[in-house]
């Protein structure tokens, strides 16, 4: 823990002498065009209502109007004056929102033109324009199989460009995968209670002990990255396969119906585990796919908060 502590400390406080090609320039500031029209038309109105920081500061008493929620009636003050009393509240805005964001080989492996890289930049990119567009900090933990990179949590249009150049520009020393040493990490170094978006394609265990601490201590919504061939092997015969994250060449009988199938049921066993977990922990997730429009599974998600702190 100590040496991760270290390491990333160090990449934290110095920014590495690396040439980022004007290709990647050119990447970022068009996810930015992206994120920026999406958060001004859909996404902003709906971060506000369901942020609203750590929580509301009581302001005053005023006196009961017709038409009030009774919910809101100081009981206290009703029982000593004989008057009903309305407890009115301002909003602590002051929110800390960090992207733990999975930079494993898996996630630039894939069928598909776009990887699940460019599909968590493009979504830290839209979430981190709207909580800095209401005055939110953002922060960012790369990890594999060990924690990669951490930006403290900052403000402004310019560090929203930043954490997306990162996680575009990762380049993690470690090949694997290892969710509970990044959550351990950020409990660490993330004292106070902060959103927390963890973004992977959760295809990997043993993370439960680590969740469960972070979760008590942080608001943690995790984001689902999968492409195809993730749920599921196509029909191709026998082919060679690299593994994204040892490099180990295997051999898999892509035409046999028994090996596609033992592979989509540990797929799905291993969701089904994650779902239940989530669920004991009250973590929301929010499932998107590469190549497909992930706008209506944000939307989905807003409304559901939205219902979740309305009531």
Request: hydrophobic letters at 45%; one cysteine or more.
């Amino acid at each position: 823990m100590r040496l991760w502590r270290r390491r990333a400390a160090a990449k934290e406080t110095s920014e590495e002498s690396r040439q980022i090609p004007r290709e990647m320039f050119e990447r970022v500031r068009a996810i930015e065009i992206k994120a920026r029209r999406l958060v001004n038309d859909l996404f902003l109105g709906e971060y506000h209502a369901v942020f609203r920081g750590r929580g509301l500061e009581f302001d005053e008493l005023r006196p009961y109007v017709p038409g009030d929620d009774v919910r809101s009636i100081d009981w206290k003050t009703l029982a000593r004056t004989g008057q009903p009393f309305m407890r009115r509240y301002r909003e602590d805005r002051d929110l800390t929102v960090i992207f733990v964001v999975d930079v494993s080989a898996s996630q630039a492996a894939g069928s598909l033109p776009a990887t699940k890289a460019d599909l968590a930049a493009e979504l830290c990119a839209v979430l981190a324009l709207a909580a800095i567009r209401n005055k939110d900090k953002v922060g960012l933990l790369l990890f594999a199989s060990q924690p990669e990179r951490y930006v403290r949590p900052a403000g402004g249009p310019t560090h929203v460009l930043r954490v997306v150049r990162e996680v575009l520009w990762a380049r993690p020393a470690s090949r694997g995968t290892d969710i509970g040493a990044a959550l351990e990490y950020l409990t660490g170094v993330q004292k106070r209670r902060a959103t927390v978006f963890l973004v992977s394609d959760f295809l990997t265990g043993g993370y439960q002990r680590q969740l469960r601490a972070a979760a008590r201590r942080h608001d943690i919504i995790a984001v689902r990255i999968r492409e195809p061939v993730d749920s599921e092997l196509p029909n191709a015969g026998i082919i060679t396969l690299a593994d994204a994250e040892t490099g180990a060449p295997v051999e898999v009988d892509t035409g046999s119906a028994a090996v596609r199938d033992a592979y989509a049921r540990h797929v799905k066993e291993t969701d089904v585990d994650r779902r239940r977990l989530f669920g004991e922990l009250g973590i929301d997730e929010i499932p998107v796919a590469v190549g497909k429009d992930y706008v209506p599974a944000l939307l989905k998600f807003f409304k559901r908060r939205a219902l979740a702190v309305a009531s």
